[in-house]
């Protein structure tokens, strides 16, 4: 899972990024093909739209203190983003006057390259247009993301300090935490209002989380107690600053005044506040407990998939897909010479201590390292399937305590423009029991190479598109990818180990299950312990790994419909390229076409894919 990517249901903190939305790819863009005169006529027209796209960005990235931060602009890295009313109102302000504005461009005069920015980048903003009539129907706090738990996770992974003004603006944003959480308070008073309230189940994860934030020094007055996630990176990062101990000893006491002073009391109040939240929330856990909420699921459904897929059909291809697998893998049973039903295999799959590293610090690190090295066999045979690489590094990293209870298991982090910040895959290793091994290179290849981090790092190198095509993100397109990622490595001879491919299947699995059990909830009303048992008994997971993606699906409406749906397709369009080609299709450059106009929708995917095969045949 990138947490890059964009879902309809998440207000992420790239503000400006291009949403999930359905795009009919118009003719225009598929059959182009400029002469050089044509191309110099238009020139002027497309530099003019291009220029305007790039102000576009820039006026949304200036909007958005979080969002200049991931991109390394520092003009106010001592400020939060606003998350108030008034700020929604500001930015639905400007989708609409950037809408008029590409209104003026004469698309007749463009070349085919910015023909295709102009139409992503108009029908993203009439989505946003669209969509603001679903503002509320979201839970701005939840398991999975949230205002309470990205302060301490942003400030830790994305605020770096080569500075004493960096320095101070840690502080400054530590001091601006009392404004910030309670905008974010005053979001849920008005969903309460509405009777938009998040299931029960979700409280007890979210005041956890946030009182994991304040424990620890400086909170605790206890002498032995350790420093809180807060304290600890801020000592980190001073210790490092070129500057006198004493300057050093000024910035930690300013710290630890804002940390003591606004942080905690914040903190407090925001908990107090969704203590009695709780008491209100039920177990209804479907979007049609919204109002309008089966509309809203549907749009959701379209924003995801980039299709017109209904929740009937994708609950369909689900059940399809789940039975496809199920063979598959009593194949590989018969390969490894086990005796009983599918379910029993299941059952030694979870249970076997062969399958899983030791629940200690060393087992942990030995996960670490291992899927470094998977990756890094991986990176050493790109040139096999890729002619583009990025040239970003990443790295695999632990997900951080105060967050790995209720993180997902692992995800992506994007690499910042400047270089400053690798990529990042985070393996959550809270429960060993919930890593096995035999799952270990599927997930590898998904969010670092040659998934995540190849396709999101390619997209930021990515030269003369625009930079909101650079940063934008289209789910089923990013997760799509990410699952592709994960099989097509198996045709390059990897997953030699026969467990290893069964914990490919498993997760593909797991995937193709996510399509049944998404729409049973959202449109058929399933229960949460309907959901569960679902997967249980159709998947080789823990029954814990069950409770979380359930648990997932009930906050993030149509997010996890993304993978399976983008796959598919993926595949069907290397299969028509195959066949229509013949000897001349080379995977290379089918990756090559994929990768090089970064995100788009699936529509548009396939109109890039019938253009090369014209052309190439």
């Known amino acids: 899972m990138s947490i890059k990517t964009n879902i309809s249901f998440i207000t992420l903190s790239l503000s400006m990024a291009l949403s999930a939305t359905t795009i009919a790819a118009p003719t225009s863009i598929a059959q182009l093909s400029p002469s050089e005169s044509v191309a110099h006529k238009a020139q002027s027209e497309s530099e003019k739209a291009n220029t305007l796209f790039e102000s576009i960005f820039m006026e949304n990235v200036m909007a958005s203190p979080i969002s200049q931060t991931h991109l390394g602009i520092k003009t106010d890295y001592d400020k939060w983003d606003e998350m108030s009313d008034a700020a929604t109102d500001a930015a639905l302000a400007r989708d609409k006057k950037h809408l008029a504005q590409l209104k003026q461009i004469n698309t007749n005069k463009l070349d085919r390259q910015t023909l295709l920015s102009y139409q992503l980048l108009t029908q993203k903003l009439e989505q946003s247009i669209k969509d603001d009539k679903w503002r509320y129907h979201n839970y701005p706090v939840n398991q999975m993301y949230g205002g309470h738990s990205q302060i301490a996770s942003f400030l830790i992974n994305q605020h770096q300090v080569g500075s ?279 997930l590898a290849y998904h969010e670092g190479t040659p998934g995540h981090h190849m396709q999101i790092a390619i997209a930021q190198e990515l030269e003369g598109v625009p930079k909101f095509r650079k940063f934008g993100g289209y789910t089923a397109y990013i997760e799509g990818w990410g699952l592709y990622s994960e099989y097509f490595p198996k045709e390059m001879g990897m997953y030699s180990d026969p467990y290893s491919d069964f914990g490919r299947l498993a997760m593909e699995l797991w995937r193709a299950c996510r399509l049944v059990v998404d729409t049973g909830i959202h449109a058929k009303k399933w229960t949460r312990e309907e959901s569960i048992e679902y997967y249980v008994s159709n998947t080789p997971n823990a029954k814990s790994d069950a409770v979380k993606m359930v648990e997932r699906h009930i906050v993030m409406p149509s997010q996890a419909t993304a993978y399976k749906v983008g796959m598919i397709k993926l595949l069907a369009l290397r299969d028509k390229a195959q066949q229509a080609l013949g000897d001349k299709f080379d995977i290379r450059d089918f990756h090559t076409i994929v990768l090089k106009n970064g995100p788009v929708p699936l529509d548009v995917l396939e109109s890039e894919i019938d253009l090369w095969i014209k052309q190439s045949s």
Do not use: C
């Open 164 to 442: 004493v003004a960096d320095a101070k603006a840690y502080i400054s944003r530590l001091q601006g935490v009392p404004k910030r959480l309670a905008q974010l308070q005053t979001a849920l008073e008005i969903r309460e209002d509405k009777g938009i309230i998040a299931p029960k189940f979700v409280f007890p994860y979210v005041i956890n989380d946030s009182k994991n934030i304040i424990n620890g020094a400086p909170f605790n007055t206890s002498p032995n107690s350790d420093d809180s996630a807060l304290w600890s990176d801020f000592k980190r990062k001073v210790s490092k600053l070129e500057i006198s101990d004493s300057d050093k000893d000024s910035l930690l006491r300013e710290a630890k005044t804002a940390l003591i002073n606004d942080v905690k009391p914040a903190y407090d109040k925001l908990t107090t506040y969704m203590t009695k939240l709780e008491t209100k929330a039920d177990t209804r856990d479907g979007a049609w407990k919204f109002p309008q909420g089966d509309t809203f699921y549907n749009n959701a459904l379209a924003r995801t998939t980039t299709t017109d897929m209904t929740a009937t059909e994708i609950h369909e291809l689900g059940l399809s897909e789940v039975a496809r697998i199920h063979s598959e893998m009593r194949a590989i049973m018969k390969k490894v010479n086990f005796e009983g039903s599918l379910n029993e295999f299941f059952k030694f799959m979870r249970e076997d201590e062969q399958f899983y590293y030791a629940n200690t610090p060393e087992g942990r690190q030995a996960y670490l390292s291992e899927a470094t090295a998977l990756i890094d066999t991986m990176s050493g045979r790109l040139d096999e399937v890729f002619k583009i690489k990025p040239k970003a590094p990443m790295i695999v990293k632990q997900v951080e305590a105060f967050r790995e209870k209720s993180a997902g298991k692992a995800f992506y982090s994007n690499p910042s423009p400047d270089g400053s910040r690798p990529g990042t895959y985070y393996a959550n290793l809270y429960d060993m029991k919930a890593m096995p091994k035999y799952q270990m290179e599927a």
